[in-house]
């Protein structure tokens, strides 16, 4: 009776319980327990009443004022144009975010290269974030492209540095993750740890829970190196909700970053409607819906208002969306799955030209490429990415189904 006259220390009393049950059901990301907390109150014992007020208060957590901005360099020996590029370029990069989007930017840094014998020097190398711009310099001044051994690098170790960066709850969050070449295990001849990484780390389940973070991956893949295992770094980019970019001239990478940026933070200005209509259509169907219908909804409903984001673009055109392959890449739990999808969509190898790799196609990206950013009607692809963050931070990922 007591709980009927005051339903709000009825929510309480029953939040106090569910969080218990939560923590107990959810151990595998302590880092993540808060999140998932409340996400799972509010999927079991919240009344119909509150479950908009609920499912607002979660997302509006995450807020577009402020950005915590990682970056994920490798620093083998090919990539010194790359690490050049970023540190001469990191003021002007911080200056034009917050001109354009007047956010609180944070900086962290994530260095990487390879496991011993391959690399004697370090396999990661963290920078946790801080609000100084000279800071961040201070740590690029300190890369060097150096060593490497074998061609795949601690693509794996990486990702977990990442996720387990200081990232500040309210924030809209991005890495960009610039790499050149595949982790350990995926088929890549002469990898010294066929198998996978040699500490044990699963790239797919570590990305997994970046997603659940909230942490947006835009994967720069620096072509045509990197082509042969194209689909792979964009599957990993398609289930955090972010964005596979094919690079080739360095110079661009400044222009990549800040366009990337801005197309987020506008992006997260979105997240609260979107992740409304995303549980509310799960729970009237007791999340038997294909993603694709939920992503046409939502498109509808955001069409119906005209809304707008900011979008990266290439040479006056949208960026490619994620391939087929990439969408099932995306959905794989370890690099078993990885390699089974990889082996029968590989041809048999064949020479190529210089800007081609065995996936049988010409390198997306080219030196003369013009990147820039523009205002426009949210389209398709970036609505499938804002339903793909939603139900990887609402954890609905094994029960709403896929096409």
Known sequence: MEYEQNPVKARKSLLRFSLCFVLIKKPRSPMGRGVWAEVYVYQLIVSPLSRRDNTRKLFKMQSSEFLDLAFAMDCTGSMGSYIRNATQNIRKIVEDIISAEKADVRLALVEFRD???????????????????????????GCSANGGGDTPEAIADALLQVYKLDWKLNATKVCIFIADAPPHGLLCNGDGFPNGCPAGIEPMEVTAKIAEKGISLYVVGCEPS???YRDFFMGLAHLTGGKYIPLENA?????????????????????????????????????DIPEEEIVTKVQERL?????????LQRNNAELPESTDSAKQISSCVNLTEVRQIQEKLAPPPRFCKVNEMFLGGPASATADDVY???????????????????????????RVKKK
């Open 251 to 287: 110079n661009l990478l400044s222009k990549i970053i800040v366009g990337g940026v801005q197309e987020e933070i506008s992006l997260q200005q979105l997240m609260d409607e979107v992740n409304l209509e995303v549980t509310e259509e799960f729970n009237a169907t007791s999340g």
């Open 303 to 311: 069409q119906s208002k005209c809304a707008k984001t900011k979008r």
């Open 115 to 141: 496991h011993p014998p391959q690399d004697q020097s370090f396999v990661t190398r963290v920078h946790d974030f801080t609000s100084s711009v000279s800071q961040m310099r201070k740590w690029l001044d």
């Open 226 to 228: 990197i082509l042969k």
């Open 372 to 398: 820039d950013c523009v205002e426009e009607e949210v389209n398709r692809d970036q609505v499938e990415r804002l339903v793909q963050k939603s139900v990887m931070m609402n954890n609905l990922n094994m």
